[in-house]
């Protein structure tokens, strides 16, 4: 791997903690922006929890499930919560930040992911790789040869931690009620 591709995949959650205080300092929430960022968010959270449960890091291929439509429905529920977080500060200098940080990073990362993939599981990622776009979902189920179909599983969601990832949209919503209730006054 690359010297930037270990940057960028080392970085990208680092980075993330003074780009939140950068999209604090300029957000100018309502409570209507909360609420409707704060319902996007819950569709972001939605679909993440959604691939998480299918998810089996370092252990198979998995192409079921939201991974039959693209192959990084985490990444995609992320960008549905960063638009929720953009929608949520009311700020269109927050929102560009949210766009470039998640377009140069994360664009890198799922790039990096492919290539571990296609090492490690070789023509079997290959074929996945053809049928299911990298990011922009498809619009019908790849049927892939040899698919075992795999379910949900609460233990796997559990497993993957994704519920830290509502655990941070909530703490947020909070910060940004708290800020808009020191604008008001």
């Given at each position: ?125 290959e074929e996945y790789a053809r049928a ?6 498809r619009l019908t189920v790849a049927k ?32 940004l009620l708290v800020i808009w209730r020191?604008?008001?006054?």
């Open positions: 791997m690359s010297t930037a591709g270990n940057f960028f995949v080392r970085w990208r959650v680092r980075l993330g903690y003074p780009l939140a205080v950068a999209l604090l300092a300029f957000s100018r929430p309502t409570p209507r922006s909360i609420l409707v960022g704060a319902l996007a968010g819950a569709v972001g959270l939605w679909v993440r929890a959604y691939a998480a449960g299918y998810l089996h890091k370092q252990e198979v291929l998995t192409v079921a499930g939201p991974y039959a439509y693209t192959r990084n429905p985490l990444y995609l529920g992320s960008a549905i919560l960063a638009l929720g977080a953009g929608i949520a500060t009311r700020s269109w200098i927050s929102a560009v930040i949210l766009i470039v940080y998640f377009t140069v990073f994360y664009s890198i990362v799922m790039r990096r992911e492919a290539n571990e993939l296609r090492l490690r599981h070789g023509a079997s990622f299911v776009p990298l990011f922009i979902p892939l040869p040899g698919d075992s179909a795999g379910s949900f599983s609460l233990a796997q969601y559990k497993k993957n931690h994704e519920w830290q990832a509502a655990i941070g949209l909530l703490f947020l919503l909070f910060v020191f604008l008001r006054h």
